[in-house]
Structures are given as C-alpha cells and as structure tokens.
C-alpha cells in the first residue's frame, strides 16, 4: 500500500472520530483532510451525486420499450333490459371477463434509437458528476487558500502595528527627554490609528472566509495548515502552452460534455425520423368472457379464447407533426454543434489564461521575495540611521509599512500560484486528487498542531 494511500485512510479514520462526537466543536485541518471532509459533506457535489444516479435509471426505462409487455385485465357489467312500451319483460345479466396481453415489439427503430440516446445521456451524467466533484476540488482549495491568505494579512497587520507602537513608545520617551519633538510620536499615532481600522477589516474578512470554507466542509475549523516559507511552487508541465491547449481541446470536461450532448442529439434526430417507419409487434392474448346473449334470457356459456398474431402499424399521415418535429431536431443538432466549438474554444482560453497567470505568477513570487529582502534591509538601515539621527522617524515608519506590504503581497502571490496551478489542470482535463495530495504536502502541518 502506497504512502499516499495509508494516509488518506489516516484521514478517513480522522474524520470519523470528528463527526463521531469524539472531538470538540472545533478543529485544525489541512488541505488533504478538508477534502476528505468535503467529499462528504458538500450539498453540491451530493446533489451532482444523485442526479447522476438517477439519470443511470434512464437507460432501463428506454429499454423496456424494446422489451415483452404483459397486461391483466379484469372486468364485470351487469346489463338490465326491458320493453320500451311498459318497461315490462325484464331482463338482467352479469357480464365479467379477465385476460392477459403480451406485446413484444419485433421492429421499432424509434425506440432503439432512443435506447441508444439513453446511454449518452446517462454517460453526459456521469461526466456532469466528475466535474462536479472536480468544480468542488477548485472551491475547496480557492475557500481554504483564501482563509490563509486572510489569516495571513491579520497577522501581518498585527505585528505592523506591534511595531509601530515600539516606535511610538520609543518616540514618547525621546520627546520625554527632550532629545525628539512630539511630530514622532504623532505620526507613529496616526499610523496606528490607520493599522488598527485595518486590522478590523481584516478580521472581519477572515470571518467571511472562514464562513466560506465552513459551508463547503460542514464544520468550521479551529486551524488551518500554513504554506511551508521555503516551499518550492510548482511549475507547469509540461512548459509548454501548446501542448496544454491541445490536451484542453480534447479532454476538458467540458468539451466532453458537449461531444456527448451532440450524439445524443443526433440519435434523437434519427428517432424523430423513423417515426415515418412502420413498427411491427407480436401481440399474444388470452383469457374468459361471460357475455350474455341479447336475444335470449340466458347468458352464453364461459369459454376460453386465445389469439398470435403480427401487427403492422404504418404512419400514412400525422398532420405534419412528424416533419416538423424532424426540422426541429435538425436545428437542435446544428446548436450541439456550436456549443461544441463554443466549448472547446472556451478550454483553450481558459488554458491560456491560466498558464500565463500560473507563469507569471511564479515570476511575481520571485520578484517580491526579493523584494522582501530588500526591504528588511531598507527598514535596518533606516532604524540604525534614525538612531544616529540622520533619518526622521517617518522614514522608519514607511520602511516598515513596505517590508509589511511586501510580505503580505507575497502571500496572496503564493497562495494565487497554487490556485491557478489547479484551474489550468481542471482546464486540461487532467484535474485530480493527486494534485491536491501534491499541494498538500507543500503544508506546515507542524504549524496546525501549534496553533
């Protein structure tokens, strides 16, 4: 048994013990374990689960055209007779009889083509179902990305206004001692009069995201496991937009599901078409009749009667319905066309767009994390030379301002990289759970067990 394998059944038993009222109402997750959750627990991709599963039933009933039908039949009358002139002479019988009809349908090319229509329409389910389950994949990592990314700015914006009310403090006792005007510790309070509204937003938008990520896996989580610092983003392969413009026109979703609509539009055309051809049937009947006689006062004795036979049915004129419908299907065949090439059209852009977003993207994190050192070193020279009196605290206040902004658009930078990395595969059609497992252990799960 493979590692990943022994680790999502770890993950299956932990999920268990949490909805088995065995763990508190709150809990730390990672990725892997929020998708297990999420398997389960999601309305949506339950609700993809059972339309698929209904839309199976689907081919049963198209062939139980094709197949023997058998009816029972039962009934009974009771006939009253009298003379018109004096309602005299009065007569009554009972009348009852039972049989049992079987039809088997010997040539029907209108049914057979819909049996036909019926397995693509069950198989269009199907993939409906997979994309489902791939749509709720892309929630899940855009729902758990953007909390950290959330959790990520707070805590940015707390250590920002941390130290900004060092320095506040720093300037009060300057101006204490005379050596510092109180324009320091003004600015140092404007700024942290600006940091705090922001903290407040911030929070506020952690909630929502929180919100966001409760909904898909049906139980808030008490903490969630960080992107690694020195994680190696992954890059796309292969690197070449060509080739995942090609996989996308043949194996995105879907442009499947648009393959699948059109052939089972067509059979549907073909159905409509041999509505003009005849049907032959065998018809079997059995069964008993009492009937009375209406020239004698005696009913005629039960018998048994038994009948074979070969229908033929042959449309000789429907008032024109049948050519219609028949136009009607051939236009609805022309619109699977074009929503086939608006389809695969629609792949390919969305492959471009994400392999340029994901390659971009990975150039972006390059560049802010080198701007990040840069910074840190702008804000250690500028506090050694407030020190010495050649920088103003000002100076001070906006190194730190960058460095902190910095960071915080690295993480946004780096959680983006890894989303658009799983968008462009879902493009492709190559989506699976072994990317999320591969993005997973990019994770700090060290760091969820310390929070």
């Not at 024109?320 to 028949?326: H, N, T």
Request: charged share 20%.
């Amino acid at each position: 048994m493979s590692l990943r394998r022994r680790c999502a059944i770890y993950y299956l038993l932990l999920v268990g013990l949490l909805f088995g009222g065995l763990a508190p109402a709150a809990y730390a997750l990672d990725l892997w374990a929020a998708w297990q959750l999420a398997l389960q627990r999601d309305p949506i991709y339950a609700g993809a689960q059972a339309s698929s599963a209904a839309d199976q039933h689907l081919i049963a009933q198209a062939r139980a055209q094709l197949l023997p039908h058998i009816y029972a039949t039962a009934a009974i009358d009771h006939h009253d007779r009298r003379q018109v002139k004096d309602l005299g002479n009065h007569h009554s019988a009972h009348n009852n009889l039972w049989a049992f009809t079987l039809t088997q349908p010997l040539f029907d090319r209108q049914n057979l083509r819909l049996y036909e229509q019926a397995q693509y329409l069950a198989a269009l389910a199907v993939v409906d179902e997979e994309d489902s389950r791939a749509q709720l994949m892309l929630r899940l990592s855009q729902a758990y990305f953007d909390t950290l990314s959330a959790q990520a700015t707070l805590r940015s914006l707390e250590a920002q206004r941390d130290a900004t009310e060092h320095q506040r403090k720093a300037a009060l006792r300057a101006f204490e001692l005379g050596s510092a005007t109180i324009t320091d510790a003004q600015e140092a309070q404007s700024r942290l009069d600006l940091l705090q509204a922001q903290i407040i937003t911030a929070q506020s938008d952690l909630q929502q995201q929180f919100y966001a990520l409760e909904r898909i896996v049906g139980q808030r989580p008490e903490a969630l496991a960080p992107l690694l610092e020195d994680s190696s983003l992954p890059t796309p392969e292969p690197d070449d937009p060509n080739q995942w413009q090609q996989q996308a026109s043949n194996h995105n979703l879907g442009v499947t599901k648009a393959d699948l609509a059109l052939q089972a539009q067509q059979l549907y055309l073909e159905s409509s078409k041999s509505r003009h051809e005849p049907t032959v049937s065998l018809q079997a009947r059995t069964g008993s009749q009492r009937k009375p006689n209406a020239f004698a006062p005696r009913p005629s004795p039960r018998s048994m009667d038994s009948s074979v036979g070969i229908e033929l049915n042959i449309p000789i004129f429907t008032g024109g319905e049948i050519s219609a419908k028949v136009q009607e299907e051939s236009e609805r065949v022309r619109q699977r066309h074009f929503e086939r090439e608006n389809a695969r059209r629609a792949a390919i852009q969305a492959t471009q767009n994400y392999f340029a977003q994901v390659t971009s993207g990975l150039l972006e994190v390059r560049s802010l994390e080198a701007a990040e050192k840069s910074s840190l070193a702008a804000l250690e020279a500028n506090e050694l030379a407030y020190e010495v009196g050649v920088r103003v605290l000002v100076d001070v206040l906006n190194a730190q301002q960058q460095l902190y902004e910095t960071q915080r658009n690295l993480n946004h930078a780096r959680y983006r990289v890894l989303h658009n990395t799983l968008q462009l595969k879902h493009a492709a059609g190559t989506l699976t759970d072994d990317d999320l497992w591969a993005i997973n252990q990019l994770l700090d799960n060290d760091a969820v067990n310390q929070q």
